[in-house]
Nanobody, 118 residues
Framework: QLQASGGGLVQAGGPLRLSCARS????????VDWYRQAPGKQREVVASITSGGSTSYAESIKDRFTISRDNDWTVTYLQMTSLKSDDSAVYYC??????????????WGKGTLVTVSS
């Protein structure tokens, strides 16, 4: 299971850190992604981190957001800085991996709402 948290109301230009906590055991984790969905818009991926530690970011948040994880992949973070009103959205985390060699998993956490006031 995944649980995203850390959302809230923040002023434009401010920072916010989101957390995605994982429970249960997995044999392996391939990637953890952060997505967001603003009202009336499609869900979009904003940041990803792989098992090897490689990261990738959407152009719209590059150099402002940082994805990271703890050593055992229990918690994945999205550090957001210089927030803009366009960053207002519900943020979701997603994990892709496997329970065992025969059972892959692709799980989504419930979202956490970020509202940036201008």
């Amino acid at each position: 299971q995944l649980q995203a948290s850390g959302g809230g109301l923040v002023q434009a230009g401010g920072p916010l850190r989101l957390s995605c906590a994982r429970s249960g055991s997995l044999l392996k984790i391939d990637t953890v992604d952060w997505y967001r969905q603003a009202p009336g818009k499609q869900r979009e991926v904003v940041a990803s981190i792989t098992s090897g530690g490689s990261t990738s970011y959407a152009e719209s948040i590059k150099d402002r957001f940082t994805i990271s994880r703890d050593n055992d992949w229990t918690v994945t973070y999205l550090q957001m800085t210089s927030l803009k009103s366009d960053d207002s959205a519900v943020y979701y985390c997603r994990i892709q991996g496997a329970y065992d060699p025969w059972t892959p998993t692709d799980a989504w956490g419930k979202g956490t709402l970020v509202t940036v006031s201008s």
